[in-house]
Nanobody
């Protein structure tokens, strides 16, 4: 199993980023996929999920700002992040699973991509 995230960067408040996760080594189309994040000194925070049936779910603080999507043909999951805030600064991880509050709630995860929001 391999999950490779990309698309992070340094942006100013109010700007947008699109994260990409390319998956391999498992049946992507049958898998629920999540994005989670970890800020320095803090625990893992679940961000969003897209289930194998295409339905989506978001943490309350991300609703209306973040959009998760998937392309089963490309085994890729995306996270469009708009109206970014400094408190969104974290390392963002792609993970197999529909929800979790610890690393072990997920089947596997990538190395992550850093998002920094600052003026």
């Amino acid at each position: 199993v391999q999950l490779v995230e990309s698309g992070g960067g340094f942006v100013q408040p109010g700007e947008s980023l699109r994260l990409t996760c390319v998956a391999s080594g498992f049946i992507f189309s049958r898998s629920d996929m999540s994005w989670a994040r970890q800020a320095p000194g803090k625990g893992l925070e679940w961000v969003s999920a897209i289930y194998s049936n295409g339905t989506t779910n978001y943490a309350d603080s991300m609703k209306g700002r973040f959009t998760i999507s998937r392309d089963n043909a490309q085994s890729t999951v995306y996270l469009q992040m708009n109206s970014l805030k400094p408190e969104d600064t974290a390392r963002y991880y792609c993970a197999i699973g529909g929800y979790g509050t610890t690393w072990y709630d997920f089947g596997s995860w990538g190395y992550g991509t850093q998002v920094t929001v600052s003026s």
